[in-house]
């Protein structure tokens, strides 16, 4: 056994796995527990549902609310984005017919309550209805003025967004209490996450009709309070971030999602955004140029690539190369030497990582997140983190998620690295004062669990 903390926590032995897997059971059902709304709340009845956007998730989400058979109008603003978008949910059936997971006989009763319209007056008689728009907070305030002055007294107003304000959006509305974030993953239909975002109004009983749902649907439902990114996509920058930064000074793409994949994650990061498009956001970053804070430093590396016409797999080159029709990314000695001259241009004197520290530097960053999100009481307990990156981020489940791994480290070493990297990297390694409290007292994050 090594004496290194940071390598003992890593190794895989069968009691590491069992303990990752007895900690990930006992943190899904714990996440369905919401201190101070009671087991036999009365849950809003869910009989009809509106899902405004026939997008990818207004899609999917259709087609986990028709699997459980319940009855869902699809609405959108053009008859080509309706069209389009019932018959990808038709594809999508089909295909799971012919690989054998459903037989005809049920895609034909899921179809049947999955209809289509392009009048949002179709809200006036849904239980719920469920905004799948893209990430544009006005185009959202404008979309939920609209389903207020049509929508039902009682009906459950929820926004799929995957950071935006949700308290921004139902100030719009003169029910605020009715209006919660329910952020699905991509695709819905699949992924197994739900992220149930209470407002500062949301009534208990929304809240507890939603995570209900979401256990309806075969989806673990996760609370979060209003926060950039709730809890997901809030670690979720801190890693990308810092694979980012590490690149720029001095690893290439290669190394750090060779590291990341030994580490036990599917893929690397680089290669995620490969495959989910280097291009997503891309105007949302480039409006926050000019109002970003000045004291700390930032990455501009995908907003680069897509300048250059490398947004990932739809373009057959983005971190990587890609050969047509074919998703196994390969090195690109051209734009690894054009990493090296941006790091010049930028004043960076690359260096060599060792996968350590390419591992610390991403997972750390996530820990320390995490730590700021329990004391500001966006997630409830240190296992719902865990929950949410094993369900929807797809972090090595022999690790037991990034809260537990933190405390297998021990939550001294833990900090003592972060201190390390804000004293070298600066504003974004600001330990959080609960991780200093904990290692003061000889805490671990298990230990908030009891205050539960």
Known sequence: MTSDPFKAALSITEDSVKAAAAHSKQAAALAAQVPGIRADTLLRPIRKVVVIGAGTMGGGIAMSL???????????ATQEGLERGLKKVRDNYQSSVSRGRLDQPAMDQRVALISGS?????????????????EDLALKQKLFLQIDALAKPGAILATNTSGLDVNAIGAVTKRPQDVVGAHFF???HVMKLLEVVRSDATAPDVIATLMDLGRRMGKTAVLSRVYPGFIGNALFRNYTREA????????????VDGALTKFGYAMGVLAVQDLAGNDVGYQTRKAALATRATDRRWNDLTMKLTDMGRRGQKDNKGWYLYAPGDRKPQR????????????????ITRRPFSEEEILKRCLYGMVNEGAKLLELGIALRPSDIDTVYLTGYGFPAQHGGPMFLADRIGLANVLADIQRFHTEHGVWWTPAPLLEKLVREGKTFASLQAAD
């Open 66 to 76: 028709a699997n459980i058979g319940i009855s869902c109008t699809v609405t959108d």
């Open 118 to 134: 392009l009048d949002m007056a179709a809200v006036k008689d849904a239980d719920l209805v469920i905004e799948a728009v893209f």
């Open 186 to 188: 991509s695709p819905a």
């Open 244 to 255: 980012h930064f590490v690149v720029e000074d001095g690893a290439l793409p290669h190394e």
């Open 332 to 347: 690109d000695p051209e734009f690894e030497q054009w990493l090296v001259q941006e790091s010049a241009r930028m004043g």
